[in-house]
């Protein structure tokens, strides 16, 4: 093998380990103790989508007036939103009381970099089925554009 071709893969190489690199990064979600259904459901699919890109979820949840008395109500919601949210994730700090607010950390199962690993094969197979549609459609508008001129 010569000297450009190990160079050339291991610079190949190299690239591709830089591009399975990521840092994962705090996204943060807020909400308040009273919470319709329709906006809870909003939120648990932003956490969701985060959880699902390899990203740690921080929810922080807001006490107004007298709110503030019940904070086993937070609780609560805390551990419905970590239920609905059990398959994507683990919880990495439990739901705590800083001062107005409730804090609890969501962290992902899977790591950031195989997120990004399988949306890159992802994206590269509907590329692939994408450009074998168009080459289908080329080909039978040729065969029909064919047939006509035969026809005639």
Do not use: C, W
Not at 57 to 86: C, S, W, Y
Not at 135 to 142: S, V
Request: aromatic fraction near 4%; avoid cysteine.
């Amino acid at each position: 093998m010569d000297y450009g071709k190990f160079k050339y893969e291991a610079a190949q190489k190299k690239r591709e380990a830089r591009r399975n690199q990521a840092n994962t990064q705090l996204k943060e979600i807020r909400l308040s103790l009273k919470i319709d259904k329709h906006d809870y459901d909003t939120k648990v699919s932003a956490i969701k989508k985060f959880l699902d890109g390899g990203d740690k979820v921080k929810i922080q949840l807001r006490f107004k007036g007298r709110e503030q008395l019940r904070p086993e109500m937070g609780v609560r919601l805390m551990e419905r939103i970590a239920n609905d949210t059990e398959e994507n994730s683990t919880v990495e700090s439990a739901p705590r009381v800083d001062g107005r607010n409730m804090v609890m950390v969501l962290a992902p199962i899977r790591r950031k970099s195989q997120a990004k690993s399988d949306q890159r094969r992802r994206r590269e197979a509907e590329r692939a089925a994408h450009r074998a549609d168009s080459r289908r459609a080329r080909q039978d508008a040729a065969s029909d554009e064919q047939a006509e001129t035969a026809a005639n």
